[in-house]
């Protein structure tokens, strides 16, 4: 079959062409943006073809898919529709390879990319392992018995998608241009984790979480001892954490481990408990973790002389918090400075008192203008990012082409956070801070 992604450079959308390429389909796709993307690399891999404008021919019998991103309006959904091609939602497309395999869901509103990657690693290495990660990554081969996929909760995707075990991270407001409320959130979780047909994880620390009434086993973990699976001991340490983990008032094992913030523990603690689930010796999975190595662009870290550049995923509060603590637990000498790109007019109209509190635990925070790819200003009248501003304490709103002004931290750790492109702005950074490290 022939299919055609449009949006194909999106961090879904991108993941799902590979999996179809993976399965003998041919695939290609649309995107109206030119400059790479960290989503690119498997399709790049691949050798499937991107397309920027309206002019390659598309056979009658190709499937297109499409992210949300583009309106009915959008110039390649109009030709789309005037060729008379079959048009399938994305999140049905998803659904059908979930029905193939025994799948593993990861959901929640942070953590999902994390977590989805952990447990694909140590599977993969066991018995074999098809995933879906939300960074671009994915691999499908026919004879793998478990599928782990990211199960993204937006515009109610991860109702298409037919779960054996899943995973519940957390439950907060979020993505509230597609719901009326958290209550409205809840219920859309509780009907996911109904489609559960074997056992579902849920962090029991999360008060939403435990207002879900699972009609499976369901096993809770956390810090709380209220929970079956209980994280105990924990040490904040330089190079990582070191825990212990009791599973139904029994000492499991103690874990030491390379990753940084309360966060990345719960992540690693659902993967442990799924990976154990299915058999999978508590020494293998701790070899495992001790070479993990996170997402695109979740903490990944680069140094530039003696600054330390992090490009981070986050576009949420509780994520900007997490990953700025994280930061401040492996470097406790230097100063964290904040690099923050909003995305989406409705996010930023939600959360902009609670993005300023997330922001203000750096020491110094730069802010852009807000990066909008599915909305229109016009549908937010007076949403923009000084709403943010107006309430950081130490700050500079920042033009994303002109880096210059944040080299005066050159030497203290530099946090770029978006679900936007920061590749640019990264780029412009390492450049200017070359050319100061050479004056020198």
């Known amino acids: 079959m ?19 390429n993976d399965l003998g389909e041919t695939v290609s796709g649309y995107d109206d943006v030119k400059e790479e993307k960290f989503t690119e690399k498997g399709l790049k891999a691949r050798g499937i073809p991107i397309f920027y404008d309206s002019t390659h021919p598309l056979d009658k019998d190709t499937i297109v898919t499409y992210s949300k991103a583009f309106k009915e ?22 659904g059908d390879l979930t029905k193939r395999f025994q799948t593993i869901s990861v959901c ?23 995933y879906f990660i939300g960074d671009g990554r994915g691999k499908l081969d026919k004879k793998n018995q478990y599928f782990v996929i990211e199960s993204d909760e937006f515009n109610r995707h991860f109702l298409k998608y037919y779960p054996s075990i899943a995973v519940v991270t957390n439950i907060e407001l979020e993505h509230m241009e597609c719901y009326q409320d958290i209550d409205d959130i ?26 879900l009434k699972p009609t499976t086993k369901a096993i809770y973990y956390g810090f709380s001892e209220e929970n079956d699976a209980v994280i105990k001991n924990l040490k904040r ?43 999978i010796p508590k020494e293998q999975i701790f070899e495992e973790l001790q070479k993990f190595h996170n997402a ?10 003696n600054t330390v550049i992090i490009d981070d995923y986050a576009h949420h509060p509780t994520e900007i918090r997490a990953t700025l603590e994280a930061a401040r637990q492996k470097y406790p000498d230097k ?26 635990l750096a020491d110094f925070c730069f802010l852009t203008e807000i990066d ?25 709103m920042l033009d994303v082409h002109h880096m210059e002004s944040v080299t005066r931290f050159s030497g203290e750790v530099i946090c770029f956070m978006s679900c936007a492109s920061v590749a640019h702005m990264k780029a412009d950074l390492i450049s200017h801070l070359a050319v100061k490290q050479t004056d020198k």
């Open 335 to 360: 100063k964290i400075i904040a690099i923050f790109k909003p995305n989406t007019y409705s996010r930023t109209k939600d959360f902009y008192s609670d993005f300023a509190d997330s922001l203000n």
């Open 372 to 396: 909008a790819n599915r909305e229109k200003q016009e549908e937010y009248p007076g949403v923009t990012s000084k709403m943010i501003f107006d309430l950081l304490e130490n700050k500079e």
């Open 296 to 305: 695109e662009r979740r903490f990944q870290e680069e140094i530039c002389g």
């Open 108 to 130: 929640g509103t942070h953590g999902k990319t994390t977590t989805t990657s952990m447990i694909s690693d140590i599977i993969d290495k066991s018995y074999g392992c098809n």
């Open 73 to 94: 309006d959008h110039k390649e959904m109009v030709r789309v529709r005037q060729l008379g091609l079959t048009i399938k939602e994305y999140n049905e497309v998803v």
């Open 2 to 20: 022939k299919y055609y992604c449009i949006g194909i450079k999106g961090s879904g959308m991108a993941t799902l062409a590979c999996l179809l």
């Open 186 to 211: 809840i219920s859309t979780f509780q009907t996911f984790i109904e489609k559960c047909k074997d056992t579902v994880f849920l962090c029991g620390d999360n008060e939403n979480v435990r207002k």
């Open 237 to 279: 340490l330089t190079d990582g954490v070191q825990f212990d983990l009791w599973i139904d008032e029994t000492y499991f094992s103690t874990f030491q481990l390379p990753l940084f913030g309360n966060h990345m523990v719960l992540d690693a603690v659902a993967c442990i408990l799924v990976c154990h689930h299915l058999n």
